[in-house]
């Protein structure tokens, strides 16, 4: 069996990743010797980032700041003011419009009762991951679909807000899932930019995945060659035909 660290790096060449793979992991307990979380953030999609620099470990008061965060992970809102802000945020998302009452039951979560979250790069992980999430763009979340229909049989659903329901989606549907994020995520991550979604992949079965991935990739750069040459020729006037291009495409290599 590979390693998370061998995973990690077959991600990221077959990808071309600019972001490391991230695994999540949900325990009962805080692992022995994984640093405790220090510091605020601002909602809980930030320990992604965060996590890039190294292993960590949260708690339930880590998580405070952001109460649908809390919600998504099963985290218990204990005290009085998280019921409140988590029933004005509810009241205000209704009001625009953004998350009516009706679309709550909707929005994937944690079963509740497990405190500890765990945030590390793939390749440093202390657990098997839960999930593992990839920020990936257009051309690289095309190999990933690729990758999940053939693992799956099915194609990935796709979810928009709250962008951290993907890891709860990912967990209880134990397949993949894409996100397109959330306007929140959006402002709280520096690494979400425009032109990145969010894809978690089932942390058990990741090596399937990346194999997949790699296998997709090679086949994708020698099919896009194909399809260069073919245009071009016909482009040029020609009319040739598939044997007529792998010929040229088998020339060129």
């Given at each position: 069996?590979?390693s998370?660290g061998?995973?990690?790096r077959?991600?990221?060449?077959?990808?071309?990743?600019?972001?490391?793979?991230?695994a999540?992991?949900?325990?009962?307990?805080?692992?022995?010797?994984?640093?405790?979380?220090?510091?605020a953030v601002?909602?809980?999609?930030s320990?992604?980032?965060?996590?890039s620099?190294?292993?960590?470990?949260?708690?339930?008061?880590?998580h405070?700041?952001?109460v649908?965060?809390?919600h998504t992970h099963g985290?218990?809102?204990?005290?009085?003011?998280q019921k409140?802000d988590?029933k004005?945020?509810l009241?205000v998302?209704?009001e625009?419009?953004?998350?009516?009452t009706?679309?709550?039951?909707?929005?994937p979560?944690?079963?509740?009762?497990?405190?500890?979250?765990v945030?590390?790069?793939?390749?440093?992980?202390?657990l098997?991951?839960d999930?593992?999430?990839?920020?990936?763009s257009?051309r690289q979340?095309l190999?990933?679909?690729e990758?999940?229909?053939?693992?799956?049989?099915?194609?990935?659903p796709?979810l928009?807000r709250?962008?951290?329901?993907i890891?709860?989606?990912a967990v209880?549907?134990?397949?993949a899932?894409?996100s397109?994020?959330?306007?929140?995520a959006r402002?709280?991550?520096d690494?979400?930019?425009d032109?990145?979604?969010?894809?978690?992949?089932?942390?058990?079965?990741v090596?399937?995945?990346a194999?997949?991935?790699?296998v997709l990739?090679?086949?994708n750069?020698?099919?896009?060659?194909f399809?260069?040459?073919?245009r071009?020729?016909?482009?040029a006037?020609?009319q040739?035909?598939?044997?007529?291009?792998?010929?040229?495409?088998?020339a060129?290599?």
């Amino acid at each position: 069996m590979k390693s998370y660290g061998e995973v990690s790096r077959q991600l990221v060449d077959a990808l071309d990743l600019e972001h490391r793979p991230i695994a999540i992991s949900v325990s009962d307990a805080v692992p022995a010797g994984v640093p405790a979380h220090e510091g605020a953030v601002p909602a809980g999609c930030s320990f992604w980032q965060k996590a890039s620099r190294g292993p960590f470990a949260t708690v339930p008061t880590d998580h405070e700041n952001c109460v649908v965060g809390m919600h998504t992970h099963g985290l218990a809102l204990e005290t009085e003011a998280q019921k409140i802000d988590l029933k004005v945020s509810l009241d205000v998302f209704n009001e625009l419009g953004y998350v009516r009452t009706e679309d709550i039951a909707q929005i994937p979560t944690l079963e509740p009762g497990r405190g500890v979250v765990v945030y590390a790069p793939l390749a440093q992980t202390p657990l098997e991951p839960d999930v593992v999430l990839v920020f990936a763009s257009s051309r690289q979340g095309l190999l990933v679909t690729e990758a999940v229909q053939q693992l799956e049989g099915n194609m990935p659903p796709a979810l928009g807000r709250p962008a951290c329901a993907i890891v709860p989606q990912a967990v209880g549907s134990k397949r993949a899932a894409l996100s397109l994020g959330c306007c929140g995520a959006r402002a709280y991550l520096d690494v979400f930019g425009d032109a990145l979604a969010l894809w978690a992949l089932p942390g058990p079965r990741v090596g399937e995945y990346a194999d997949r991935i790699e296998v997709l990739a090679k086949a994708n750069q020698v099919l896009t060659r194909f399809h260069e040459i073919r245009r071009a020729d016909v482009e040029a006037g020609g009319q040739p035909s598939v044997s007529d291009s792998l010929s040229r495409l088998q020339a060129s290599s």
